[in-house]
């Protein structure tokens, strides 16, 4: 008999060893196992045998578009998973799209990596957060950047809770995120949602389905916007309900598989970096940046409120790439309550957040010459009017060397009226004979 509520758990995988101790850790730590159904696009070399030597009971297996289907149980839970073979892969979003699609209209819906641990009960708890939530808006998201553990240390996991802000825009002009930690009696409004995380409604994965033609970057971004269209509320939540594996340096990635070599030899259609740049314009085309937009589809705005309205409500304006001061000042506001500000302010006081690393080779920076005393470097608009000034060291210089690259990174991080913007960055060395010495320039 199927329980009255029922969670949809998503899962994209790609060739993660940590797969199966989640799976283990989720049903383990749930309230309610028999109302999971847990979907994953499973990225891998297509052998289950590491699902049966877990312990998980084989029930059907078919094939449905020319893909195999295996469904397991496990410790009451059900688990559906779409076996693909990793050189098949589209990207993250088009795995978590595959996934969606075995959602047969459970209450709630989970979206998740494949590298997490979770708490007592989560299930329960999340659930509960979100009752909370509905009665005062009737589509609340819980999303956020989980705290982290890793797993040759799981004792030490990360204690604190933090909720999405604004960082930086990316060369693309697409808002990138950051967090900070906080506490709270009950979850925050916040403009941004994370892949990592997503708890909502069921009726989400119908409304809000992830973008297939989305690769990986601008994912979040796109859906925050998406959902908030669509009449979705995304809260932060104000305790911890699972933890997320976040070095994984030595993990095989999607764009360490789809190289160029990868495509030259057969084993792929598209290089990874040829699907992330469809998928850049798909986002920009979204986000109103592109002049000649892309179709979306079923993945572009809903009609209960505008893009316009989810600008002012996160202090972002994305085609100027400008930002309310109070989104990258000392409060990191993520997101503002109606009428926070007036239109005049909207229009007058939004700022440009400016942060940029220039590089410069060791032939440009010649810091181990004894006479030099300090280097100037400086950030000028198409004007020539200084915006930021660095003074270094030949010590303090020597710090900003990057010896994996082997080159000088010199880190810029200032604000600027809308109507600035920097232009270049010129490097120049004091001597303490010979006073200025010759000038490096850089394009911002």
């Known amino acids: 008999m199927r329980p009255a509520e029922t969670l949809f758990v998503s899962i994209a995988s790609y060739r993660d060893p940590e797969l199966i101790p989640t799976l283990k850790d989720m049903i383990a730590n749930a309230a309610h196992p028999e109302a999971l159904h847990i979907a994953i696009c499973w990225q891998h070399d297509e052998d289950i045998s590491l699902f049966i030597d877990a312990g998980m009971t084989l029930c059907q297996s078919y094939i449905h578009s020319n893909n195999n289907i295996f469904v397991f149980e496990y410790q009451s839970a059900r688990i559906t998973i779409l076996s693909i073979h990793y050189y098949h892969s589209h990207g993250a979003c088009w795995a978590r799209h595959k996934a969606e699609q075995f959602y047969n209209d459970e209450t709630w819906f989970l979206q998740i990596d494949s590298h997490c641990r979770f708490i007592h009960h989560w299930d329960s708890e999340a659930i509960a957060m979100m ?20 797993p040759a240390d799981e004792a030490n996991r990360s204690a604190f809770i933090s909720r ?59 859906m925050a916007a998406r959902a908030f269209t669509h009449g979705y509320d995304i809260h932060t939540p104000n305790k911890i309900l699972l933890w997320h594996f976040y070095q994984r340096s030595d993990a095989n990635k999607i764009w360490g598989d789809h190289n160029n070599k990868a495509k030259e030899n057969g084993s792929v259609d598209l290089a990874w970096w040829e699907r992330d740049k469809v998928s850049k ?69 939004r700022i440009h957040p400016n942060h940029k690393k220039i590089q410069f080779s060791k032939d440009e920076i010649s810091h181990h010459h004894v006479d030099i005393h300090r280097w100037h470097f400086g950030a000028y608009c198409a004007n020539n009017v200084l915006l930021k000034k660095i003074i270094l060291t030949p010590e303090e210089l020597e710090k900003c060397f990057v010896s994996q ?40």
Request: hydrophobic fraction near 30%; proline fraction near 10%; aromatic fraction near 12%.
């Open 405 to 444: 690259k082997g080159i000088y990174e010199i880190a810029f991080s200032f604000t600027s009226p809308p109507s600035v913007k920097p232009s270049v960055i010129r490097g120049c060395p004091f001597h303490r004979q010979q006073g200025w010495g010759e000038i490096v320039e850089k394009k911002w």
């Open 131 to 150: 009752k909370s939530l509905q009665k005062r808006c009737p589509k609340p998201i819980l999303s956020t950047y989980p705290p982290s553990y890793n």
């Open 164 to 222: 999405l802000t604004f960082r930086e825009f990316s060369p693309e002009g697409l808002p990138m995120l950051s967090s900070t930690t906080f506490s709270a009696d009950e979850p925050p409004r916040c403009g941004y949602l994370a892949g990592g995380l997503i708890f909502a409604p069921g009726s989400f994965v119908l409304e809000v389905p992830n973008d297939p033609e989305i690769f990986f970057a601008g994912e979040e971004i796109a």
């Open 281 to 349: 314009k798909r986002v920009r085309s979204l986000l109103g940046l592109e002049s000649s937009p892309s179709e979306p589809g079923a993945y572009g705005h809903g009609k209960a409120r505008t893009l316009a309205e989810f600008e002012r409500r996160i202090g972002v304006h994305f085609c100027s790439q400008t930002v309310m001061p109070d989104v990258v000042g000392d409060a990191r506001l993520s997101y503002f309550p109606d009428r926070s500000y007036s239109e005049s302010d909207w229009l007058e006081k």
